[in-house]
Protein backbone atom coordinates (compact mmCIF):
# COMPACT_ATOMS: atom_id res chain seq x y z
CA UNK A 1 0.00 0.00 0.00
CA UNK A 2 1.03 3.78 -0.47
CA UNK A 3 1.74 5.87 1.83
CA UNK A 4 3.72 8.18 4.18
CA UNK A 5 6.05 6.58 7.10
CA UNK A 6 7.58 9.21 9.74
CA UNK A 7 9.88 7.80 12.64
CA UNK A 8 10.01 7.92 15.34
CA UNK A 9 6.63 8.45 16.51
CA UNK A 10 7.78 9.62 19.85
CA UNK A 11 11.18 11.75 20.21
CA UNK A 12 12.85 13.30 23.19
CA UNK A 13 15.94 15.97 23.23
CA UNK A 14 18.09 17.58 25.65
CA UNK A 15 18.24 20.71 24.99
CA UNK A 16 20.61 21.96 22.56
CA UNK A 17 20.86 19.13 20.76
CA UNK A 18 20.11 18.80 16.95
CA UNK A 19 17.75 15.86 16.10
CA UNK A 20 16.01 14.82 13.09
CA UNK A 21 12.63 13.72 12.24
CA UNK A 22 12.78 11.26 8.98
CA UNK A 23 10.02 11.11 6.29
CA UNK A 24 9.37 8.96 3.71
CA UNK A 25 6.90 8.78 0.97
CA UNK A 26 6.15 5.70 -1.81
CA UNK A 27 3.28 7.85 -3.47
CA UNK A 28 5.42 8.95 -6.25
CA UNK A 29 4.71 12.58 -5.44
CA UNK A 30 6.95 14.99 -5.86
CA UNK A 31 5.89 17.79 -3.27
CA UNK A 32 6.51 17.09 0.11
CA UNK A 33 5.63 19.88 3.23
CA UNK A 34 6.31 19.61 7.10
CA UNK A 35 4.06 21.06 9.40
CA UNK A 36 4.02 21.93 12.75
CA UNK A 37 1.08 21.58 15.25
CA UNK A 38 0.64 22.80 18.38
CA UNK A 39 -2.04 22.08 20.94
CA UNK A 40 -5.38 23.83 20.31
CA UNK A 41 -4.05 25.02 17.73
CA UNK A 42 -4.09 24.67 13.66
CA UNK A 43 -1.11 23.19 11.14
CA UNK A 44 1.77 25.77 10.37
CA UNK A 45 3.80 25.42 7.30
CA UNK A 46 7.66 24.99 8.27
CA UNK A 47 9.17 24.25 5.09
CA UNK A 48 8.42 22.66 1.91
CA UNK A 49 10.06 20.91 -1.68
CA UNK A 50 8.46 20.90 -5.24
CA UNK A 51 10.79 18.74 -6.15
CA UNK A 52 14.72 17.50 -5.65
CA UNK A 53 17.30 19.36 -4.55
CA UNK A 54 15.06 22.04 -4.35
CA UNK A 55 13.29 23.60 -0.93
CA UNK A 56 11.78 26.69 0.06
CA UNK A 57 10.95 28.22 3.76
CA UNK A 58 7.40 28.32 4.77
CA UNK A 59 5.92 30.77 7.53
CA UNK A 60 7.98 29.11 10.75
CA UNK A 61 11.09 28.07 9.16
CA UNK A 62 13.33 29.55 11.99
CA UNK A 63 15.52 26.93 14.01
CA UNK A 64 14.24 24.36 11.20
CA UNK A 65 16.49 22.68 8.16
CA UNK A 66 15.98 20.06 5.72
CA UNK A 67 17.07 18.56 2.76
CA UNK A 68 15.85 16.64 0.04
CA UNK A 69 18.37 14.49 -1.64
CA UNK A 70 15.38 11.93 -2.89
CA UNK A 71 12.01 12.06 -4.11
CA UNK A 72 11.00 9.59 -1.52
CA UNK A 73 12.10 11.07 1.29
CA UNK A 74 12.70 14.86 3.14
CA UNK A 75 13.82 14.77 6.75
CA UNK A 76 13.69 17.34 9.17
CA UNK A 77 16.09 18.72 11.17
CA UNK A 78 15.39 20.24 14.56
CA UNK A 79 17.93 22.33 15.35
CA UNK A 80 19.17 24.15 18.70
CA UNK A 81 18.45 27.10 17.83
CA UNK A 82 14.33 26.52 18.02
CA UNK A 83 13.60 27.87 21.00
CA UNK A 84 10.25 25.92 21.61
CA UNK A 85 10.59 22.78 19.93
CA UNK A 86 8.38 20.57 21.44
CA UNK A 87 5.61 19.91 19.54
CA UNK A 88 3.67 17.49 17.11
CA UNK A 89 5.28 17.09 13.75
CA UNK A 90 3.51 16.37 10.46
CA UNK A 91 5.03 15.63 6.73
CA UNK A 92 2.84 15.51 3.87
CA UNK A 93 2.82 15.71 0.46
CA UNK A 94 0.92 15.97 -2.52
CA UNK A 95 1.04 15.08 -6.41
CA UNK A 96 1.15 17.97 -9.48
CA UNK A 97 -1.86 18.25 -11.54
CA UNK A 98 -4.48 17.81 -8.93
CA UNK A 99 -7.07 20.24 -9.63
CA UNK A 100 -7.88 19.98 -5.98
CA UNK A 101 -4.44 20.38 -4.04
CA UNK A 102 -5.10 17.50 -1.62
CA UNK A 103 -2.27 16.90 0.61
CA UNK A 104 -1.64 13.71 2.26
CA UNK A 105 -0.78 13.13 5.90
CA UNK A 106 1.28 10.91 7.87
CA UNK A 107 1.03 9.67 11.36
CA UNK A 108 3.58 12.23 12.77
CA UNK A 109 6.11 11.92 15.40
CA UNK A 110 5.66 13.95 18.89
CA UNK A 111 9.06 15.68 19.94
CA UNK A 112 9.72 16.17 23.61
CA UNK A 113 12.17 18.22 24.75
CA UNK A 114 13.45 17.72 27.95
CA UNK B 1 -5.84 38.19 2.63
CA UNK B 2 -6.74 34.36 2.62
CA UNK B 3 -8.39 33.11 5.04
CA UNK B 4 -10.19 30.23 7.24
CA UNK B 5 -12.00 31.02 10.73
CA UNK B 6 -13.90 27.32 12.64
CA UNK B 7 -16.07 27.31 15.17
CA UNK B 8 -14.09 26.65 19.16
CA UNK B 9 -14.04 23.55 20.65
CA UNK B 10 -14.14 21.50 22.48
CA UNK B 11 -17.56 20.29 21.48
CA UNK B 12 -19.47 17.49 23.21
CA UNK B 13 -21.96 15.74 22.40
CA UNK B 14 -23.97 12.36 23.01
CA UNK B 15 -24.24 9.43 20.73
CA UNK B 16 -26.72 9.95 17.58
CA UNK B 17 -27.09 13.54 18.13
CA UNK B 18 -26.81 15.70 15.14
CA UNK B 19 -23.48 17.79 14.30
CA UNK B 20 -22.83 21.25 13.04
CA UNK B 21 -19.20 22.94 13.18
CA UNK B 22 -19.21 25.65 11.47
CA UNK B 23 -16.70 27.05 8.96
CA UNK B 24 -16.56 30.65 6.98
CA UNK B 25 -13.35 31.31 4.89
CA UNK B 26 -12.51 34.73 3.09
CA UNK B 27 -10.86 33.99 -0.08
CA UNK B 28 -10.04 35.27 -3.91
CA UNK B 29 -11.39 33.85 -6.61
CA UNK B 30 -13.44 30.03 -6.04
CA UNK B 31 -10.92 27.91 -4.33
CA UNK B 32 -11.70 24.19 -3.56
CA UNK B 33 -12.70 23.26 0.15
CA UNK B 34 -11.67 20.64 2.32
CA UNK B 35 -12.19 18.67 5.96
CA UNK B 36 -9.63 17.05 7.60
CA UNK B 37 -10.34 15.19 10.50
CA UNK B 38 -7.32 14.34 12.73
CA UNK B 39 -8.13 10.98 15.21
CA UNK B 40 -5.94 10.93 18.52
CA UNK B 41 -2.15 10.50 17.94
CA UNK B 42 -2.52 10.05 14.02
CA UNK B 43 -1.80 12.55 10.85
CA UNK B 44 -4.67 14.41 8.89
CA UNK B 45 -6.98 12.35 7.05
CA UNK B 46 -9.02 14.05 3.93
CA UNK B 47 -12.50 13.39 4.76
CA UNK B 48 -14.42 15.12 2.39
CA UNK B 49 -13.82 18.32 -0.55
CA UNK B 50 -15.55 20.37 -2.58
CA UNK B 51 -14.74 21.95 -5.63
CA UNK B 52 -17.01 24.47 -6.95
CA UNK B 53 -20.12 26.48 -5.62
CA UNK B 54 -23.01 24.56 -4.31
CA UNK B 55 -21.03 21.30 -4.38
CA UNK B 56 -21.56 18.94 -1.69
CA UNK B 57 -18.85 17.12 -0.47
CA UNK B 58 -19.77 13.39 1.86
CA UNK B 59 -17.87 10.96 3.48
CA UNK B 60 -19.03 9.07 6.71
CA UNK B 61 -21.93 9.72 7.00
CA UNK B 62 -20.42 13.97 7.19
CA UNK B 63 -21.46 16.35 4.78
CA UNK B 64 -20.66 20.02 3.79
CA UNK B 65 -22.38 22.24 1.31
CA UNK B 66 -19.98 24.85 -0.32
CA UNK B 67 -21.83 27.81 -0.26
CA UNK B 68 -20.54 31.22 -1.74
CA UNK B 69 -23.55 33.58 -0.71
CA UNK B 70 -22.52 33.50 2.79
CA UNK B 71 -18.95 32.13 2.55
CA UNK B 72 -19.21 28.95 4.36
CA UNK B 73 -18.42 25.33 4.42
CA UNK B 74 -19.94 24.19 7.39
CA UNK B 75 -19.77 20.29 8.36
CA UNK B 76 -22.58 17.97 9.29
CA UNK B 77 -23.63 14.93 10.77
CA UNK B 78 -27.18 13.68 11.45
CA UNK B 79 -26.04 10.83 13.93
CA UNK B 80 -22.99 10.93 15.20
CA UNK B 81 -20.63 8.24 16.87
CA UNK B 82 -17.96 7.48 19.65
CA UNK B 83 -15.80 6.76 17.12
CA UNK B 84 -16.27 10.09 15.07
CA UNK B 85 -14.54 11.68 18.35
CA UNK B 86 -11.72 13.59 16.50
CA UNK B 87 -10.59 16.50 15.95
CA UNK B 88 -12.38 18.44 12.61
CA UNK B 89 -10.08 21.16 10.56
CA UNK B 90 -11.19 22.79 7.22
CA UNK B 91 -9.12 24.08 5.31
CA UNK B 92 -8.48 26.04 1.60
CA UNK B 93 -5.95 25.50 -0.60
CA UNK B 94 -5.25 28.65 -1.93
CA UNK B 95 -2.06 29.29 -3.46
CA UNK B 96 -0.66 26.67 -6.13
CA UNK B 97 3.28 26.90 -6.95
CA UNK B 98 4.69 24.93 -9.96
CA UNK B 99 4.18 21.78 -8.21
CA UNK B 100 3.19 22.55 -4.77
CA UNK B 101 0.38 23.54 -2.95
CA UNK B 102 -0.37 25.74 0.11
CA UNK B 103 -3.29 24.72 2.29
CA UNK B 104 -4.51 27.20 5.16
CA UNK B 105 -6.14 25.34 8.23
CA UNK B 106 -8.29 26.50 10.67
CA UNK B 107 -7.12 26.15 14.05
CA UNK B 108 -8.82 23.36 14.68
CA UNK B 109 -12.82 21.80 16.55
CA UNK B 110 -12.29 19.21 18.91
CA UNK B 111 -15.50 16.95 18.78
CA UNK B 112 -16.09 14.08 21.66
CA UNK B 113 -19.13 11.98 21.65
CA UNK B 114 -20.15 10.70 25.22
CA UNK B 115 -22.07 7.01 24.67
Known amino acids: DGGITQSPKYLFRKEGQNVTLSCEQN?????MYWYRQDPGQGLRLIYY???????QKGDIAEGYSVSREKKESFPLTVTSAQKNPTAFYLC?????????????FGPGTRLTVL | GNSVTQMEGPVTLSEEAFLTINCTYTATGYPSLFWYVQYPGEGLQLLLKATKADDKGSNKGFEATYRKETTSFHLEKGSVQVSDSAVYFC??????????????FGSGTRLSIRP
Open chain 1, 49 to 55: SQIVNDF
Open chain 1, 92 to 104: ASSKPGLVIDEQF
Open chain 2, 91 to 104: ALPWRRYSSASKII
Open chain 1, 27 to 31: LNHDA
